[in-house]
Nanobody, 122 residues
Framework: QVHLAESGGGLVQPGGSLRLSCSASGSSETIYAMGWFRQVPGKQRELVAALTTRDDRHFGDFVKGRFTIDRANAKNVVTLQMSSLRPEDTAIYYC????????????????WGQGTRVNVSS
């Protein structure tokens, strides 16, 4: 019933920037947190950034100030601004939403977008 649609992936050079956007539709009124996970083939998916309805922000340790997450004009739209991108940031980035607290974030029963590729390469 909840649909997440992300956009903004692509090819970017190291040190460059990229902005991703995700929009939630359907029965999204119960969503507590939205954000992004990423996954590299052969590795576990990992939290990139999360934004709760309390406006609390959580970031993966690898971000170290390089990424920001914000709401757009509509509360069901979030954007991820990625700067100082590195080749190791190359991954599939999935928009994500959860009705639960942080302990359960990333579960298969959460809401997931289709994913968008981010390729950081010269």
């Amino acid at each position: 019933q909840v649909h997440l649609a992300e956009s903004g992936g692509g090819l970017v050079q190291p040190g460059g920037s990229l902005r991703l956007s995700c929009s939630a539709s359907g029965s999204s009124e119960t969503i507590y947190a939205m954000g992004w996970f990423r996954q590299v083939p052969g590795k576990q998916r990992e939290l990139v950034a999360a934004l709760t309805t309390r406006d609390d922000r959580h970031f993966g340790d690898f971000v170290k100030g390089r990424f920001t997450i914000d709401r757009a004009n509509a509360k069901n739209v979030v954007t991820l601004q990625m700067s100082s991108l590195r080749p190791e940031d190359t991954a599939i980035y999935y928009c994500w939403g959860s009705n639960s607290g942080s302990y359960f974030w990333g579960a298969s029963y959460d809401y997931w977008g289709q994913g968008t590729r981010v390729n950081v390469s010269s």
